[in-house]
């Protein structure tokens, strides 16, 4: 039996990681494989922004991991950024399928290593999301999981005696590759944020994932004379205390976070405060920098993008990741106005503003009021009703272009906002958006006028 801990989808929980450090620490020996498989680095965390990602390598080196793959928040931050982390880690970051935006491979990535314990050797091959578009905008592409998979096993072919996959594809990806690929041995993955009891076998390959946010250290006792006969379970990080030395480095690494984003970039005149139920400056203010930056004539945005407003005075990076940590792209999309009104309508209900946020890339806490730039909303025979900004009543039945986020593109608190077509990314995320133009005064001006006449 060769023992194997692992983790996936931490998401900068460091709290709990120093934990699960604290396990490892206790439990590992010389014949221990430790491994992440991705999603471990969140950039909604201050001091991963400010290190462009050294903090998270850091703390794996400190917790003793062997490998780590590079899971979707790991690119969030783009190219460059993960290039330093790749080049910085003395844990090796691996993806056999993440390539340029070219196709050539980027460089010092590792696709895979080979690992001896207790005289055998394990190929640990890793694999990374299709994010589509979104890796297009910052700079990556992928090629096929299978492709990639075979191209390593071919070039390490007689090297290995038991390959392991470290996925952040998601677990019916990972079912795909066992039943395509009988070299696999065994399957850590992540994406999905399964948590396994014990092992799942598919197609005689045994797999196994442990959860999310730090609150598992997955344990695999894998068998190396029949790997379907391989146990897996999971270690609560709650039943250890912090570990010492990743708390100092935690500390530390924050420290040079907030020195370095703490520099002044703007200086705002006028006071932005937020409401996540009411209508508020800080909204409609970002909904106006929408229209701006897209040249569009209508823009929504939901108040729970941002966690708080911001005051008068000098603004920092720092300052802009505390309320805005969420990773969405500007984007653009035709929408019914049906649709939209019916989204806006449900939105004036504080139940609905105050529901948990939770979705793809939302690093806040509540879904928050639609707000909006170049409509008002009015009344007609006690039915809302949309006004463009000439006051002229817009037909329920027409599409109408709008910029708004890839959070309210997907129907992410509002399921009728999913109903659209034409969707353009764009590479900003809405606190980006915010830096460009928080000294704008004619948005500043606009951002106290109300868009509700009733």
């Known amino acids: 039996m060769i023992r194997i801990f692992h983790t996936n989808d931490i998401h900068s929980n460091f709290k709990c990681f120093s934990k699960i450090a604290e396990a490892i620490s206790k439990k590992k020996d010389l014949n221990t494989l430790v491994l992440d498989a991705g999603d471990f680095a969140d950039f909604k965390d201050v001091g991963l ?10 703390l794996l080196k400190e917790a003793g991991y062997d490998a780590w793959t590079i899971g979707n928040n790991e ?5 460059k950024v993960l ?9 090796p970051m691996l993806s056999a399928n993440l390539r340029n935006l070219d196709g050539s491979r980027i460089k010092d990535l590792k696709d895979s290593i080979i690992v001896e314990k207790n005289l055998n050797k394990f190929l640990i091959i890793g694999l990374s999301p299709n994010l589509g578009e979104f890796l297009e905008l910052d700079g990556f592409s992928i090629i096929d999981n299978e492709e990639a998979i075979k191209n390593v096993l071919e070039e390490n072919k007689g090297n290995f005696d038991y390959c392991i996959l470290l996925t952040h594809i998601g677990r019916s990806f990972d079912n795909k590759l066992c039943e395509n690929i009988k070299e696999i041995d065994l399957i850590i993955g992540g994406h999905s944020h399964n948590l396994d009891d014990s092992i799942i076998i598919c197609n005689d390959t045994p797999m196994h994932m442990s959860g999310e946010f730090g609150q598992n250290l997955g344990e695999v006792l894998f068998d190396i004379n029949d790997k379907t006969k391989s146990i897996g379970s999971q270690i609560k990080s709650d039943k250890y205390t912090e570990n010492r030395e990743i708390n100092r480095i935690i500390e530390k690494d924050n420290l040079e976070a907030y020195k370095n984003l703490s520099k002044t970039i703007a200086k705002l005149d006028i006071d932005l405060w937020h409401d996540v139920i009411e209508e508020n400056p800080m909204t409609n203010f970002i909904a106006d920098a929408l229209c701006k930056y897209t040249n569009s004539k209508i823009s929504i945005i939901n108040s729970g993008i941002v966690n ?64 909006f730039s170049g409509l008002t909303l009015s009344s007609e025979n006690s039915k809302y009703i949309l006004l463009d900004k000439d006051q002229n009543k817009l037909n329920e039945n027409a599409f109408i272009r709008v910029a708004s986020s890839d959070y309210l593109q997907r129907g992410s608190g509002y399921i009728s906002m999913r109903n659209n077509k034409n969707v353009k990314y764009y590479k900003p995320y809405i606190r980006h958006l915010i830096s460009m133009y928080i000294e704008d005064k004619e948005i500043l001006g606009k951002s106290y006028l109300s868009r509700v006449d009733m």
């Open 83 to 91: 290039e330093e982390m790749i080049s910085y880690s003395e844990v």
């Open 49 to 58: 922004q400010g290190t462009n990602g050294r903090k998270a390598c850091d």
């Open 75 to 79: 690119m969030f931050a783009g190219k």
């Open 308 to 371: 708080g407003g911001l005051k008068k005075g000098n603004i920092s990076m720092k300052k802009l990741i505390e309320i805005c940590p969420s990773p969405l792209n500007v984007t653009c999309f035709d929408i019914m106005v049906k649709d939209l009104l019916e989204a806006i309508e449900n939105s004036l209900l504080s139940e609905v503003c105050l529901k948990d946020g939770r979705g793809p890339g939302f690093r806040g806490k509540y879904v928050g009021r639609i707000h």
